[in-house]
Antibody, heavy 129, light 105 residues
Framework: QVTLKESGPALAKPSETLTLTCTVSGFSLSNRRVAVAWIRQPPGKALEFLSLIFSNDGTVYGTPLKSRFIISKDTSKSQVFLTMTDVVPADTATYFCARIPVITIFDVPKLGNNGLDVWGLGTTVTVSS | DIQMTQSPSSLSASVGDRVTITCRAS??????VNWYQQQPGESPKLLIYAASNLQSGVPSRFSGSGSGTLFTLTINSLQPEDFATYFCQHSSGRLTFGPGSKVDV
């Protein structure tokens, strides 16, 4: 059974750096045919794609991040991390991680035409002084 | 960057109704669109991928269509558990989501 579980601090102060962890089970982060993404949702608002990481450590970032967020992973621990620097109150949201099947071209993973098929339950982060 | 818009932003419907939600991309994206359902307080659930492919386990009353810039999600014979918010998503590039369409009573 494929599962993803988010964890991390629930509260942060403006300008702090915090790291969220997504622990996966039922698949390996070394599997070239899957990637893991981070998505957030501010209270009452829409979903926002933040970043994803492929098995070869290739990454994709959403437009608004302007390099404040960094995605990484520890394959041996089945964990994907999202490090958020210089957080602001607008970063207050529920943060989800999700799996997405991907394709390989000459053995290199690439986004295909698939959806985020398994999601974690989310972890809520509040940024406030 | 490609922008995704949805209409309507909300709609009222009744059990048994046929509901159609539209998603428009700011430029042609072939069939690179997914649709998700989100219940309050829950994670999103993938319904449709690649514009028209039903995700495993999703009831057949859900269907998707479209290509290029215009896409639709149709729910035939709305059920009580279908009252939720629906999001479209560009399934390539930066995986941009639409703003959502809420279906309520």
């Amino acid at each position: 059974q494929v599962t993803l579980k988010e964890s991390g601090p629930a509260l942060a102060k403006p300008s702090e750096t915090l790291t969220l962890t997504c622990t996966v089970s039922g698949f390996s982060l070394s599997n070239r045919r899957v990637a893991v993404a981070w998505i957030r949702q501010p209270p009452g608002k829409a979903l926002e794609f933040l970043s994803l990481i492929f098995s070869n450590d290739g990454t994709v970032y959403g437009t608004p991040l302007k390099s404040r967020f960094i995605i990484s992973k520890d394959t041996s621990k089945s964990q994907v991390f999202l490090t958020m620097t210089d957080v602001v109150p607008a970063d207050t949201a529920t943060y989800f991680c999700a799996r997405i099947p991907v394709i390989t071209i000459f053995d290199v993973p690439k986004l295909g035409n698939n959806g985020l098929d398994v999601w974690g339950l989310g972890t809520t982060v509040t940024v406030s002084s | 960057d490609i922008q995704m818009t949805q209409s309507p932003s909300s709609l009222s419907a009744s059990v048994g109704d046929r509901v159609t939600i539209t998603c428009r991309a700011s430029q042609a994206i072939s069939t690179y669109v997914n649709w998700y359902q989100q219940q309050p307080g829950e994670s999103p659930k993938l319904l449709i991928y690649a514009a028209s492919n039903l995700q495993s386990g999703v009831p057949s009353r859900f269907s998707g269509s479209g290509s290029g810039t215009l896409f639709t999600l149709t729910i035939n014979s709305l059920q009580p558990e279908d009252f939720a918010t629906y999001f479209c998503q560009h399934s390539s590039g930066r995986l941009t989501f639409g703003p959502g369409s809420k279906v309520d009573v």
